[in-house]
């Protein structure tokens, strides 16, 4: 009568089916959550929000009745001890779609079929769940448009309902202080992982999730087909990381979107979010082989990723992007495509390397969209039009005609109009020698 409940990318109490399901299934609930240390060095930004939401998380675990259990070490060999501990017969978990989250699950089903704990991994992690539409003849969509109709039209599951308790078992030796070999503090998470952090992050948690999320749609929301592409403007929803760790139910948020002033553009975008997924499902090497293999030939080239990553390649809009994701682990979307085109096409650089460094600073990094993403603008993966290239002057006078994002981003430029702002080699060359900002790396107006 005891059923765990493994908390991975999904913390929220609302809306959430595993959670439902597992309080449903079973009088006693022990929800926990494994720090895996194979992932924690992978971004101080990540860390920094998952151990905002696993605090957030535990005080809602809390009220309704029992706190949220933290370990660390191996998911699967901690889920089954904690299982076996509490003499529970059945696991809960939501599903996900990474290579990683696949043989994690593969595993997890392994071994407690042996211990003979049932498993159930149940939606959430997305609107339309991977795998539930595919084309006559496919297994997934390739194309966005198609799915976009199909998804659309696809009935959606009723959402869970919160909870009224999660109850511990009976005092079984679960304690932190009794069985202290694989348990965490979470202060000591953040002082370890999270060092290095962006100065500028949101907070973590379902609780800053759903204020932001009521906010947005009140405020944000009949904006955003107008002002989503404005650099400066901050006019999108910045919900991206609260989605990535589930501590904002998507199923709630597209409902909720659905039907008011200015809700489809930005349906559509949740939409594409769930696209990757049922890509990254279908094809789980998406972050590390091209979808779509092409004959692109990449240019190693140190110094001009470098300059790139770090925002000094002399190209402002590009620069501001870059310095943005470091500062506020958060880059504009337009900004992003932007600088992912100018990487992956006017440097020649291969998209694994742009992969890389948004994984590392992005607190919405996600594999599915993160590689779904740069596989788009690298031309390799579901864009249909492969070949188009962004001209960063042309974006820069389109979608900062003004400058602010520059001359907010790049201190340096902060004195000039747009126009100077965004090309500053064409300055009186002495003006130009004054500022402190690097030379053009390649030819910006060839
Ligand atoms: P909004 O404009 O408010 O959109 C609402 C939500 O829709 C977003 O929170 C996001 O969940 C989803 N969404 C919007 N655009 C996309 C898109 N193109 N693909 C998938 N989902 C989308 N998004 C991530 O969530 N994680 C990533 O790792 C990521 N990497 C990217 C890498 C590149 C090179 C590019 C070009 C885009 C990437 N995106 C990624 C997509 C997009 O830039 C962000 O989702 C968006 O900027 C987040 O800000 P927002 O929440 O204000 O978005």
């Known amino acids: 009568d005891t059923a765990v409940m493994l908390f991975t990318r999904d913390l929220r109490v609302h809306d959430n089916p595993a959670l439902a399901a597992a309080c449903a299934a079973a009088r006693h609930v022990v929800p926990m959550f494994v720090f895996d240390e194979a992932l924690l060095p992978a971004s101080p930004n990540r860390v920094r929000f998952l ?120 005092a079984d030796g679960l304690t932190d202080r009794r069985c202290p070999d694989g348990h965490v503090e979470l202060d000591v998470v953040a002082e370890k992982f999270a060092a290095g952090a962006s100065p500028d992050l949101l907070a973590g948690g379902e609780a800053a999730g759903r204020e932001r999320m009521r906010r947005w749609l009140d405020e944000g929301l009949p904006g955003y087909g107008d002002g989503h592409d404005d650099l400066a403007g901050d006019r999108t929803s910045r919900l991206s990381a609260y989605l990535r760790f589930g501590c904002v139910s998507p199923l709630e948020l597209a409902a909720a979107a659905r039907g008011r002033p200015g809700g489809e553009p930005f349906v559509r975008q949740l939409a594409w979010r769930d696209f990757h997924h049922q890509v990254t499902a279908a094809f789980p090497d998406i972050g590390r082989r091209d979808y779509r293999p092409r004959d692109r030939r990449w240019h190693d080239d140190a110094d001009a990723l470098d300059a790139w990553r770090e925002g000094r390649t002399g190209l402002p809009i590009v620069d501001a992007g870059m310095r943005q994701l470091r500062r506020e682990g958060w880059m504009h979307n337009r900004a992003r495509m932007i600088s992912a085109s100018f990487l992956t096409r006017n440097l020649r650089v291969d998209w694994r390397h742009g992969l890389a460094h948004f994984g590392a600073w992005l607190t919405d990094g996600d594999v599915a969209d993160n590689a779904g993403n740069w596989q788009w603008v690298a031309g390799t993966g579901n864009d249909t039009r492969p070949n188009r290239v962004l001209n960063p002057l042309r974006q820069a006078a389109r979608f900062d005609a003004d400058g602010a994002y520059v001359r907010r981003y790049v201190p340096e430029l902060a004195g000039l109009d747009a126009r100077d702002a965004h090309a500053p080699w064409r300055l009186p060359p002495e003006d130009r020698r004054a500022l402190p900002y690097p030379a053009p790396i390649l030819d910006p107006e060839p």
């Open 51 to 170: 151990v905002d939401a696993l605090r957030d998380l535990d005080g809602s675990l809390r009220a309704l009745g029992g706190g949220l259990l933290l370990r660390r070490g191996d998911p699967v060999a901690e889920t089954v001890r904690v299982a076996g501990r509490a003499g529970a017969q059945a696991v809960f978990l939501s599903g996900d779609v990474s290579r990683y989250a696949a043989r994690r699950l593969a595993r997890l089903e392994r071994e407690c079929e042996a211990a003979r704990i049932g498993v159930s991994a149940l939606p959430g992690a997305t609107v339309v769940p991977p795998g539930a539409l595919a084309p006559a003849g496919g297994d997934h969509y390739k194309v966005f448009t198609p799915y976009w109709r199909a998804w659309e039209a696809a009935p959606r599951r009723p959402a869970a309902a919160l909870p009224d308790r999660v109850a511990p078992p009976p």
